[in-house]
């Protein structure tokens, strides 16, 4: 007898400069560039013979020395964003968790985070709401009822969530056709839709 055949969950996780990796790897390159801009005064002006105070000075004095003091507190922040990013690594990672489908349901992360079994759901779908006169709001919405008796408000079709990944600067928007594939693959059973603006 084959024993059931157990598919991976299709994870998707908080990324962008929200995530303390992101924003040390960018502090970093930042302090990189400011250590190799030192070096490369202090070599050229060597090189030429001249004087390396003056550059230097019209460098990192510039703007009332906001240069100098940003480089001085950088690497403080740095060493912060290391010890922070290794606490992070050590603890469960559910919070940068925003989407997880896996052979026993569909796991919702954010704020309130809910995990609906496969027996509940009816569909899932995606839709924007009106968050404003001209701004519309992409959700991904777990229906728990069924199609012919979906109430007219789509706020009350089930459990949602921003769309993953819309809400993050410089992060990835997670593609329908992802979502529509992962769910495929677990519970082909149920429908996904895009079903675009709705209002309510």
């Not at 060597?46 to 009332?64: C, N, T």
Request: hydrophobic fraction near 45%.
């Amino acid at each position: 007898m084959a024993s059931a055949q157990i598919t991976e969950p299709f994870v998707v996780k908080r990324h962008g400069l929200g995530t303390t990796k992101t924003a040390l790897a960018l502090g970093t390159a930042v302090f990189a560039l400011m250590v190799v801009l030192t070096l490369t005064i202090v070599v050229v002006q060597a090189i030429r013979g001249a004087s390396i105070r003056e550059p230097l000075e019209a460098v990192w004095l510039a703007w009332g020395g906001t240069p100098l003091i940003f480089a001085v507190g950088l690497p403080i922040l740095l060493v912060v964003g290391a010890i922070t990013a290794y606490e992070e690594r050590r603890e469960e990672d559910d919070a940068d968790v925003l989407l997880t489908v896996d052979d026993t349901g569909i796991y919702l992360g954010g704020e309130q985070p809910r995990t609906i079994p496969w027996a509940q759901v009816r569909g899932v779908c995606r839709l924007e709401l009106q968050d404003s006169e001209e701004t519309w709001e992409p959700r991904l919405v777990v229906m728990l009822v069924d199609e012919d008796a979906l109430p007219r408000s789509a706020k009350a079709w089930g459990p949602s969530c921003p769309w993953p990944g819309t809400h993050e600067i410089l992060g990835r928007t997670l593609p329908y056709d992802e979502l529509a594939t992962a769910v495929a693959q677990h519970a082909p059973h149920v429908p996904v839709t895009n079903r675009g603006r709705l209002e309510g």
